[in-house]
């Protein structure tokens, strides 16, 4: 069982920037690819970004690439997203989450575990 906590969520202007974070506890997080999802309201969850169990591979949404950058800091058990030039259409709950697969990480349903999610509202 890994549990997954986000951070860093918050209210900032357009063109601002947040770095969120993902803590996990439970399993040690080398053990997981990880990805990050968001759900805005009135919307589907989609896919934003992954990474890979060691960090070498990410993969991101068309519609972020260019200013969302997933990193990860396993010896702290931490996966960061950050991101720049925020914009007010990125408004919505960001979750992270965690696979045991390598490849389809765009596709929710590979993953096991998910955080509670932390908000994101960008103004105009």
């Known amino acids: 069982q890994v549990q997954l906590v986000e951070s860093g969520g918050g209210l900032v202007q357009a063109g601002g920037s947040l770095r969120l974070s993902c803590a996990a506890s439970?399993?040690?997080?080398?053990?997981?690819?990880m990805g990050w999802f968001r759900q805005a309201p009135g919307k589907e969850r989609e896919f934003v970004a992954a990474?890979?169990?060691?960090?070498?591979?990410?993969d991101y949404a068309d519609s972020v690439k260019g200013r969302f950058t997933i990193s990860r800091d396993n010896a702290k058990n931490t996966v960061y997203l950050q991101i720049h030039s925020l914009k007010p259409e990125d408004t919505a709950a960001y979750y992270c989450?965690?696979?045991?697969?390598?490849?389809?990480?765009?596709?929710?349903?590979?993953?096991?575990?998910w955080g509670q999610g932390t908000q994101v509202t960008v103004s105009s």
């Open positions: 989450a965690a696979s045991t697969r390598v490849v389809f990480l765009t596709l929710q349903r590979n993953y096991d575990y």
């Open positions: 990474i890979s169990r060691g960090g070498g591979s990410t």
């Open positions: 439970g399993r040690t997080l080398s053990n997981y690819a």
